[in-house]
């Protein structure tokens, strides 16, 4: 364990940011937390958490693959592949860091997706302990502790000061190379604040959330539940839950004519929308309701099949705040777990 | 001495079969030079052209993009360009809204008979643009060579 | 006001009038009112809610609903009722399957707005003379009602019913100094670059979730452009600012004069662009080029779109080069 004071806090930012790129949590123009760039004076946001999810440093929104000339009757392929260098992100809070073990298990078994592999390896994750969770929070119900958060470096704030301690070795190295800023750490400390946030954490009104009637086993029970009908009535099939979650994982991959060539590219798509599932033969989830299910169904039953039980889901409760018609993945847990 | 390479500027016109197409035609015959950097589409109606061409035209590398049609009160169809003429005018009320420079986007009645007209819109416009230089604020870097 | 809705969808229901009521249930938690179609009595005294968050418009559903077997009862805000009477002019609803209650509207409040106050764990909210009295678990707060209301609503074009079959309350009146073109006019008295500078500022946040055409009443497309895969454009991928530009214009676009300024698009966006100042520059422009014209006001006017005069203002002299 070691100790930052705050008053240190913008040299700990210049040091780390001089040998590689630091990107944390910063209010953009309207007041939201976004990530961005730490450059000199750049303030980090006080907001719970930011409003997309951290994901898009590994699993960026939209991302080249190749380009592709055409002369005569031959064609070019070229690999317009950018070399990713080493970047740490601060301040990214338990449950995006517990979307990245779910993120890894998608991308990084066979076939290995090689550029999130190289994203993955060149960045270094500094998570920060919650001290103040939101309602909308549930992470506890997927067994998530949002007072130790997982990743390279976790980080406390006690009073006056940052506690951090290195996970990994790519942490350890981290806080090596900024040991002269730091001091020895208080285990006593971080303990009384984990407290203090596990007290609150038992408070909140999703606390009591189960994932009883979901999960391991589930697919027959639920696939034909009745209530899939009424939870996406009022879907409108916008992708806003999906874009905004830190676990969603699926993308389409396009071609753009650009008259003088074509670029392959690859961008976050949504189970959501009614393309996509669209293929040759035509389409075989014809209605909202199939595309809802799907959605929830990934999360819920067909991921944690596949993976020893865990959940698809973080609980951050993005989907809560964002969802335009407020139809979220607790309504449906509650209704398919009888609750509602 | 360097090799600066000069600005030419890309335009893209859309241009009305039965009169301003007409009117580039009656412009060659009457030997009245317009620039090459002019790219004549044509169109059926002025009403044919939907916002997206406009921005279409700006994204695959058009500097400036111009539409002409029949004087109000000779469309082909009827009416087909005063229709036109409403979609214009708030499109390019809209572009100016979003910080696009007005010069570069722009609306002429030209008849079949007009080929001076023609020759000498397309002159101005070019010179326009060409003062005006690349467009960047609708540009689609994918699209660059 | 919910007893006496509550009490007006059971006995439509009860007396068969209607089959079925498309209205808000309630959530866990207050502000998280999710708009439902309750089809049995129970369901409508179980879940049934109206409220200060009860913002989402209705009359979309109605597009489907219309459709179906049978009468559905419809509660919809002075806001929505334009919506409503947009979609019947469009024939995109059938008027016949519906029964319309309009309810009175004083603004919704904005969820955020009180979080960003610090008030939080929300058990109910109650407005009076334009003072919120918030109920949370902490105890209760009271706030100003401008304060913390939905940026939409503190611009509010009307609060009277342009359609209904019977009324809930008092009859509001179309508010003429509702300042609802202020941003416009002040976007508009800036120089083109930092126009330029401003929208890219807000653009450029774009994540392409589609939700403000989704949720847009006048958005009723059978296949938007921009689901096409044949028209070329990055459907769902946020790509670059051309993409940014070209969506955000095409959409407004495709609702010029027929959008009734209901504010949905700003109120769904995840990303809080204002969507809504592009939609009212198209109303301004139409307003001050074409006449006087609200969309949905008269469910017989024809769309401004629609039609000409001899005289129209020149391309040239509103926004493109001068001829």
Redesign the interface.
Known sequence: MKKLSLAKLNDFFAAVAAKETLYLPVN?????A?YKKWESGVEMSSALNT??SAKDFFFP??ENLMEFKMTGKSVEVFDTREECEDFVIFGVRACDAASFAILDSVYLVDPVDSYYKSRREHGTVVTMACSKP???CFCGTFGIDAANPAGDVTVWEVEGAYMLRANTEKGEALLASVADLLEDGCEKCVEEAQAKTRAILAKL??AGLTTEGVGVGKTKELFDHPAWA?LS??C?????C???CPTCQCY?V?D?????GI?R?R????CM???FTKMAHGNSRNSQLERFRQRFMHKLVYYPDRNDGTFGCVGCGRC?A?C????NI??VM?TLGGKN | MQDVKEFRPKIVAFCCNWCSYAGADLAGSARLSYPADVKIIRVPCSCRVNPMFILRAFQRGADGVIMAGCHPGDCHYTSGNYFARRRMTLLFSMLDYLGIERERTRVEWISAAEGAKFSKTMNEFVDTITALGENKRLEDLRCKK | MQKMMEKRALELLGDGTVNRVLGWSAGDFIYDVTPAVFKTAEEVQDKFLYNDFCGANLSKYLVKESRKEGKILVFLKPCDTYSFNQLIAEHRIIRENIYAIGVECFGKADEEKLRAKGITGITGIEMKDGTYTVHTVYGDETVKAYEVMADRCLSCKSKKHVAYDELLGSEGEVVEDCNRFDMVEKLEAMTPDERYEFWRGELSRCIRCNACRNICPACTCEQCVFDNPNSGVSQKAAVNSFEENMFHIIRAFHVAGRCTDCGECSRVCPQHIPLHLLNRKFIKDVNTFYGEYQAGENPEAKPPLGKYEKNDIEPGEAGGAKA
């Open positions: 953009n123009n309207v007041g939201k976004e409003v997309r929104q939209t939101a309602e909308t009104p999703l009424s009535e009022s409108l099939g916008c992708g806003t999906t874009f905004v389409d396009r753009f004519d650009t008259g003088n670029k590219f961008c976050w798509d949504s929308y009614s393309d809560l964002r335009p018609i407020s139809m607790v309504k509650k």
